[in-house]
């Protein structure tokens, strides 16, 4: 009896330590890396995915660490996340993907080592993988063209007609490769296409990190031209013009851009039917993306040799002038002088000049206005001062000339300029005015009068003999709030587990606060002057509250893939037309320029405020 009883335990701890080990099994977290492509040439764009499986991978809230590859290839951003879920023999098995965006930039054989992925406390690490990057295009092992274009394999052939390699380039070029710094560069971004390109848009922003930059207006829609580079002739458009003012010596790159375009093809013929259908009005539509490759600039330190005391910092070429409105005045009537600044270079980075006014005026601070031109090959413009002085003393009296250094770098040294010296004559005032504690500064008049300090200055609390708190009403309600507190955890509790279970519910329930987040981000933009940054982030808010309303990644989605989500949610059709015209003049103004009111800005902003509200009402 004893050795059956013994053999029952033995049975049954054998049956749990297979158990717990095939939950332990179950809860393992696998990672894989892989690339599209094992050889690729330099300035091509390749392809690393992460595959996150095991029982837990849809735990995993951090994202994964990525390897080290700034030694041969430039991060382009991500190409967003996808999961799959299976269950097989009661078992649940769940995989996520993150696929990452890279160009490469540098020749030769490169090993990329283990991603890494952090899970309570524990790091998976994937595999290592071999890369080859050669000087020209070659045929990669992978599939896929070689070029400065990749599209998916549904997209890489159009049927009879050529790759879309040859037919679509972005090409970068600037006016200079070694500058000093705060001397400007321009660079400007034009597309080559043979194709019909019917719409597009910018995927990644080059990084201008190191550089102050200044946008130039682009017509809409854009000109074009005809040219003809390496034997075939294109149409060219110029997209994007900037000037990039760099901030401090040394090399500095700038970042590759990257924009999605919708192509218009003719479908490959297949039957008499279909010739109806190859118009080109019928035309289908691929998407292609191209890049722009990073570009390296030499920045130059500004010589130390016979460099001002009081140098300003700006490079370029200068000048400037004053004048008074009236050189005769009397004693206490106010005067307008009048500085301005003007020439070529980063004209809101002109600073303050030293104006050096009689002691015998009162100056108040000055009005600043600013006038930048960006056309043609340069920024120019003007900075104008204006001052208020009011001579307080009769006299003959000097506002001593005022000077501003500059670096001129066509002649490679320094400049000062200034102005002439303004005389004005002060007559004595019709009524003398006393001025109250003469000898002393403004700040000590004002402290006149408080110079006795109390020690009190009102009556302390007092309370009643014989009041006893506890019974006070409020003693009571200081007992029941902890536990209306505790309920309110329990409630917020669970709805942080099914938060933290259910990735779609928590987007859902996140969408509408960070698109308030966004919104509120974009409005301090609200200016004239940044409406660029404005309308880029009015345009991610938007973006951003859908993805995470319907659960899709934000990162590369269409218009029209919106559009047509927004449909098969039964929205509205007033709605979805709301929500695209605000995604339009978003990317009107972002990629094709123009100067837009602060009233047009504001009426923008409502209407984004408004339709993120009708969609929040009509999708919970």
């Known amino acids: ?26 809860q393992d977290i696998n990672i894989t890396a892989s690339i599209d492509r094992s050889k690729i040439a330099v300035n091509q764009v390749y392809t690393y995915t992460l595959q996150v499986s095991g029982s837990k991978a849809n735990s995993i809230k951090s994202d994964p ?14 190409s967003g996340t996808s999961q799959n879920i299976q269950l097989i023999n009661g078992r649940m098995s769940i995989s996520k993907s993150y696929s990452f965006n890279y160009m490469a930039t540098k020749v030769g054989t490169y090993e990329i080592g283990p991603a890494k992925v ?4 524990k790091s998976y690490n994937s595999n290592s993988l071999t890369i080859e990057v050669v000087a020209s295009a070659a045929q990669p092992k992978a599939g896929g063209s070689p070029g400065t274009s990749q599209q998916s394999r549904s997209q890489q052939s159009i049927d009879n007609q050529k790759d879309l390699e040859d037919n679509l380039l972005l090409r970068a070029f600037i006016n200079k490769r070694k500058v000093y710094v705060n001397e400007p560069v321009i660079l400007t971004y034009k597309i080559y296409t043979a194709v019909t390109v019917t719409s597009y848009g910018v995927s990644k922003q080059p990084d201008t990190e190191g550089f102050w930059v200044e946008e130039f207006e682009i017509a809409n829609p854009p000109q074009t031209t005809r040219e003809n580079y390496k034997g075939r002739e294109y149409i060219v458009a110029e997209i994007r013009k900037m000037a990039l003012f760099p901030t401090d010596a040394g090399n500095k790159t700038i970042g590759p851009m990257h924009i ?8 490959q013929r297949r039957s008499i039917f279909d010739s109806f259908f ?17 570009i390296e600039i030499e920045v130059l330190p500004l010589p130390e040799e016979n460099k001002p005391l009081n140098f300003s910092g700006l490079v370029g070429n200068f000048k400037i002038s004053a004048n008074v409105d009236k050189t005769r005045v009397k004693a206490n009537e106010a005067i307008s002088l009048k500085v301005k600044l003007s020439g070529e270079g980063n004209i809101k980075l002109l600073p303050e000049p030293n104006v050096i006014i009689p002691p015998q005026f009162e100056k108040y601070d000055p009005r600043i206005s600013r006038n930048v031109n960006r ?39 320094y400049r000062t300029v200034s102005t002439r010296e303004i005389s004005i004559n002060v007559e004595k005032g019709d009524e003398d005015i006393a001025i109250a504690g003469a000898g002393f500064s403004k700040e000590e008049v004002k402290l006149v009068g408080q110079d006795i300090r109390f020690i009190q200055r ?12 506890y019974k006070n009403p409020l003693f009571y309600l200081g007992l029941i709030i902890p536990l209306i507190l505790l309920i309110a955890a329990m409630f917020q509790r669970r709805q942080m587990d099914k938060i933290s279970e259910n990735e779609a519910y928590a987007r859902n329930r996140r969408a509408n606060q960070l698109a308030k987040k966004r919104l509120k981000h974009a409005r301090s933009s609200l200016s004239e002057d940044t409406q660029k940054e404005y309308y880029a982030e009015t345009s991610r808010a938007l973006i951003g509250y859908l993805a995470d309303k319907l659960n899709v990644s934000a990162a590369g989605v269409m218009s029209d893939q919106l559009e047509s989500m927004m449909r098969g949610k039964a929205l509205d059709e007033d709605i979805i037309k709301s929500f695209m015209d605000c995604i339009s003049v978003c990317d009107y103004q972002r990629f094709a ?6 009233e047009e800005m504001s009426e923008l902003y409502e209407q984004s405020k408004i339709v993120i509200s009708k969609i929040e009402k009509s999708i919970k």
């Open 1 to 26: 009896m004893m050795k059956e009883s013994k053999t029952a335990i033995a049975y049954i701890i054998f049956i749990g330590v297979i158990f717990f080990h095939g939950i332990s099994l179950g």
């Open 65 to 78: 660490v990525l390897p080290d590859m700034k030694e041969f290839s430039t991060y382009m951003g991500s």
């Open 118 to 121: 952090e899970f309570k406390g």
């Open 260 to 267: 999605q375009c919708d192509v218009r093809v003719q479908s």
């Open 278 to 294: 190859d118009d080109p009005f019928f035309g289908r539509s691929v998407k292609a993306s191209v890049y722009a490759p990073p």
């Open 375 to 413: 056309s043609g090959n340069g920024i120019s413009g003007s900075k104008t001062l204006e001052y208020v002085l009011i001579p307080r003393y009769a006299g003959q009296h000097q506002i001593k000339p005022i000077e501003f250094n500059y670096y001129d770098p066509i002649n490679a040294q």
């Open 458 to 469: 009102t009556t302390p609390d007092l309370k009643r003999s014989g009041y006893y708190f």
């Open 593 to 598: 320029p123009s100067n837009s009111t602060y």
